[in-house]
């Protein structure tokens, strides 16, 4: 049986792989990394902390998982300008606590 956090995390990586405006962003190249990368000039991006809860029952199944990812950008707000047009194409279903 293949992890839940695992599957999310191939899936993500998946839909940031296909995305050709993120590749772009990212100087041709898919910089999605765990740990900041030695020498390396912004724009990259790091999976962040992640959280994750079993709520099964005897009956169901079912997982609930807390992700970040964070980005790193020396230009972020000119980055963040010409990629919001592209993120409205995702709406996002997460409320600010």
């Given at each position: 049986?293949?992890?839940?956090?695992?599957?999310?995390r191939r899936?993500?990586?998946?839909?940031?792989?296909?995305?050709?405006?993120?590749?772009?962003?990212?100087?041709?190249?898919?910089?999605?990394?765990?740990?900041?990368?030695?020498?390396?000039?912004?724009?990259?991006?790091?999976?962040?902390?992640?959280?994750?809860?079993?709520?099964?029952?005897?009956?169901?199944?079912?997982?609930?998982?807390?992700?970040?990812?964070?980005?790193?950008?020396?230009?972020?707000?000119?980055?963040?300008?010409?990629?919001?047009?592209?993120?409205?194409?995702?709406?996002?279903?997460?409320?600010?606590?």
């Open positions: 049986m293949t992890s839940p956090v695992l599957a999310l899936a993500i990586l998946d839909a940031a792989t296909a995305d050709p405006d993120l590749v772009a962003l990212m100087g041709g190249t898919l910089r999605l990394h765990d740990e900041a990368p030695r020498a390396s000039a912004p724009v990259y991006a790091l999976f962040g902390d992640l959280t994750a809860q079993d709520w099964s029952t005897d009956f169901d199944r079912g997982h609930e998982q807390d992700k970040q990812i964070l980005a790193w950008a020396e230009r972020f707000a000119a980055i963040l300008d010409d990629r919001s047009s592209t993120m409205r194409r995702f709406p996002s279903t997460a409320t600010a606590s």
